[in-house]
T-cell receptor, first 113, second 114 residues
Framework: DQQVKQNSPSLSVQEGRISILNCDYT??????FLWYKKYPAEGPTFLIS?????DKNEDGRFTVFLNKSAKHLSLHIVPSQPGDSAVYFC????????????FGSGTQLTVLP | DAGITQSPRHKVTETGTPVTLRCHQT?????MYWYRQDPGHGLRLIHY???????DKGEVSDGYSVSRSKTEDFLLTLESATSSQTSVYFC?????????????FGSGTRLTVV
C-alpha cells in the first residue's frame, strides 16, 4: 500500500519551459512534504519542502504547491534547464520522534536542449 | 556529501553469505537511516536509529539487522543474502528538525547478490 504515489515514471520538457511533477498521498497524518532530486550514481539531495499549514513554497526556480483537500502536491520548475534532468522523489513525513520519510517511486525528468 | 560516507560503494556477493554495509557520519547527527532503492518502488525504509543502541524497524526490515554502537557508525547486515536483496542501499542522517530540510544521504552502495 503506497502512501505516496508518483504516477508518472517519466517526463520530458523543452529547455526554458515549465516542468510540473506531481505527487499524491493517502495518509492525512502527513504534516511535511519534501522533494528530492537524484542524479545517477549519487544519493538524493534535498530540494524544497512545505508544511501542511501552507499551500505554496517558493525557492528560486522551484515552487511546491500543496492541495490538502485533494491530497496532492506538485513541483514546478521554471524555467527548466538541462541540468535539471534527474529523478525527482516526493516524500512525506508524519510527526514523530524519528521523522521517518515515506518516498514516492520517483519521476525521471528529462529537459531537452 | 563529505559528512556521510558509505562503504563499500559496490559489492557482489553469493547467495547465502553474510554481508555488512557501513555508514559513517562526521556530523554528530542523532538520527540515521537505511533505505533501499528499487525500480518502481522508490526509496523504502529498512531500519533506523534514534541514538546509540536505539534502533527500530522500517517498512522492509525482514532479512536485515542493524547496529549502532557509536554515534558516527550505523551498520546494516544481511545475515544470509538473497537475490531479492540486490539493490542500491542508501544511508541518511538527520537532526531532530529535519522536517523542513530533510535528510542528508550518502552516495549509496550497489549490492548484487548472485
Amino acid at each position: 500500500d503506497q502512501q505516496v504515489k508518483q504516477n508518472s515514471p517519466s517526463l520530458s520538457v523543452q529547455e526554458g519551459r515549465i516542468s510540473i511533477l506531481n505527487c499524491d498521498y493517502t495518509n492525512s497524518m502527513f504534516d511535511y512534504f519534501l522533494w528530492y532530486k537524484k542524479y545517477p550514481a549519487e544519493g538524493p539531495t534535498f530540494l524544497i519542502s512545505i508544511s501542511s499549514i501552507k499551500d505554496k513554497n517558493e525557492d528560486g526556480r522551484f515552487t511546491v504547491f500543496l492541495n490538502k483537500s485533494a491530497k496532492h502536491l506538485s513541483l514546478h520548475i521554471v524555467p527548466s534547464q538541462p541540468g535539471d534532468s534527474a529523478v525527482y522523489f516526493c516524500a512525506a513525513s508524519v510527526a514523530g520522534s524519528a521523522r521517518q520519510l515515506t518516498f514516492g517511486s520517483g519521476t525521471q525528468l528529462t529537459v531537452l536542449p | 556529501d563529505a559528512g556521510i560516507t558509505q562503504s563499500p560503494r559496490h559489492k557482489v556477493t553469493e547467495t547465502g553469505t553474510p554481508v555488512t554495509l557501513r555508514c559513517h557520519q562526521t556530523e554528530n547527527h542523532r538520527y540515521m537511516y537505511w533505505y533501499r532503492q528499487d525500480p518502481g518502488h522508490g526509496l523504502r525504509l529498512i531500519h533506523y536509529s534514534y541514538g546509540v543502541k536505539d534502533t527500530d524497524k522500517g517498512e522492509v526490515s525482514d532479512g536485515y539487522s542493524v547496529s549502532r554502537s557509536k554515534t558516527e557508525d550505523f551498520l546494516l547486515t544481511l545475515e544470509s543474502a538473497t537475490s531479492s536483496q540486490t539493490s542500491v542501499y542508501f544511508c541518511a542522517i538527520s537532526e531532530r528538525d529535519s522536517r523542513l530540510h530533510g535528510y542528508t544521504f550518502g552516495s549509496g552502495t550497489r549490492l548484487t547478490v548472485v
